[in-house]
Structure formats: C-alpha cells, structure tokens
C-alpha cells in the first residue's frame, strides 16, 4: 500500500472514473471560465529511505500567506493570494494570474511528526516528511 495519497483524487480513482471526469471537468472551465486549468497548485511528491517530500509551487507569495498543517495522518497546505487592483475598472485583455484562496491535501501515515519541516526558496514550498521509526511488526501473545 501507498503510504502517500494525493487527497482531490482517491474517490473518483477507485471508480474509475479519474481520467474522464477530469477531462470533462477541464473542458468545462475551459469553455465556461476560459482556463485551462483546475484552481490549486502544483505539488511533486518523492520518496527517500528516510523521508517523504513534497514540493508545492507557490509563486509570488509571501511566506507569512502559506500555512502548513499536518493533523490525523493528513498534510495540508494552504495559501492566500490577495490581489489589489490599482484601478478597478481596467480593461483586460486576457487575465490569467490567479488569486484568493488555495489548498491540498496529502494522507501521510508512517510519519514522524515532531520533525516535520517545510522551507520557501524562489516560490516552492520543501516540505520534510521524515519516516517513522520501523516499530515490532507482531507481539507474541502469552496464553493464559
């Protein structure tokens, strides 16, 4: 078994149904909203022998807007992006940088929690998932 799940995607998955939802679910924002994409950010997930990590882009926001929690097995990050337009009634061509708020989240189990660790550079959140220690896979049981 997996030990790290994307969150948005484990319903549909076991259904069958991931890849054609997400292209209509696509195409629909595409023809309705005019994006080409779902809201969120991107995240990359590797696996080391000793940890877990996850590598989020998050451009253009100020560390204090990101918020990273891990509680019950599940890691979740989450960001604002507040936009203020100088002059409201300006007249877009094409807008396609994206604000307000965002989140994901991750089902991490076999975690050490109280090492945790997250650091931004250049616009990506490195979050440092470090292994559990492997504790007795069995007991034996005394009868009595």
Not at 100 to 110: A, D, E, H, I, L
């Amino acid at each position: 078994m997996f030990d790290l799940v994307p969150f948005r995607r484990r319903g549909r998955h076991l259904m069958g149904m991931d890849h054609a939802f997400d292209n209509f679910f696509n195409n629909f924002l595409t023809g309705f909203y005019g994006v080409n994409h779902l809201p969120g950010f991107k995240a990359d997930i590797r696996e080391t022998e000793a940890a877990y990590l996850v590598e989020a882009e998050l451009p253009g926001l100020d560390k204090d807007k990101i918020n990273v929690e891990y509680r019950d097995n599940y890691l979740t990050i989450k960001a604002e992006n507040k936009e203020i337009y100088e002059n409201k009634n300006a007249n877009y061509i094409r807008k396609e940088r994206r604000y307000g708020k965002f989140q994901r989240c991750f089902y991490v189990n076999n975690v050490d929690a109280d090492k945790i660790s997250a650091k931004y550079e250049h616009g990506v959140l490195t979050v440092t998932l470090p292994k559990a220690e492997p504790g007795p896979k069995g007991k034996k049981i005394d009868i009595n």
